[in-house]
């Protein structure tokens, strides 16, 4: 769910780390969200009133849509340095199975190399195994091959798509 509920998966790291990945809050649109999610695709910015109505239409989908999002509470400014979502697919097959998606991961330029990313989408994939899904999909680049794997996944399939 996306909300400001603290959620034992989605808490914050060892004892000293001042890495707190959570889950998404409204107030994260002051916290440079958006800017962090235009490293990766066009994000134009939104205003507090569009960024408040999409965050209100992903809370509604509950467990089934969950953003995770990194910050270092040891800085001066409270800052999402890292971000990745995970949305649930309900299904018929498999007698009535879920899958995981993951989708929009992103760590600020100025904070990659630092395992933001490898926390943040293993803590996903954690998320969709408790949730009961029977895998756990994404979408990359062959350059993120290799990062993928250090995340756990093994290549499968091909990926296609139409764009609008
Ligand atoms: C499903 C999707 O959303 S795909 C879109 C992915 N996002 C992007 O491409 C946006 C731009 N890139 C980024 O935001 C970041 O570079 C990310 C998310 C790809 C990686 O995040 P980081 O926090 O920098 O990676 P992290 O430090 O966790 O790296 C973990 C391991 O993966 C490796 N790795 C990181 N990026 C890459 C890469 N591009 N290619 C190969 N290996 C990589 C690291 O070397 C590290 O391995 P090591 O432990 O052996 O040193």
């Known amino acids: 769910?996306?909300?400001?509920?603290?959620?034992s998966a989605a808490a914050g790291g060892e004892t000293n780390?001042?890495?707190?990945?959570?889950?998404?809050?409204?107030?994260?649109?002051?916290?440079?969200?958006?800017a962090l999610l235009s490293q990766l695709s066009a994000?134009?910015?939104l205003t507090a009133s569009?960024?408040?109505?999409r965050f209100a239409e992903l809370a509604a989908q509950g467990d089934d849509h969950v953003i995770l999002v990194a910050e270092d509470t040891s800085a001066t400014e409270?800052?999402?340095?890292a971000t990745g979502c995970l949305f649930v697919e309900r299904k018929f097959l498999r007698g009535g199975g879920k899958v995981g998606h993951v989708e929009d991961v992103v760590v600020d330029a100025a904070a990659r190399g630092r395992e933001l990313g490898l926390r943040i989408v293993r803590r996903l994939v954690e998320i969709a195994r408790d949730a009961g899904c029977y895998k756990v999909?994404?979408?990359?680049?062959?350059?993120?091959r290799a990062y993928y794997a250090k995340c756990g996944f093994v290549e499968k399939g091909v990926q296609m798509a139409v764009y609008f």
Request: proline share 9%.
């Open 1 to 7: 769910m996306t909300s400001t509920s603290p959620e």
């Open 17 to 34: 780390d001042p890495i707190h990945i959570r889950r998404l809050e409204l107030s994260d649109h002051e916290r440079g969200l958006v």
């Open 43 to 45: 994000c134009p910015d």
């Open 50 to 53: 569009e960024f408040a109505t």
């Open 78 to 81: 409270r800052r999402i340095l």
């Open 137 to 144: 999909i994404l979408d990359c680049t062959p350059e993120l």
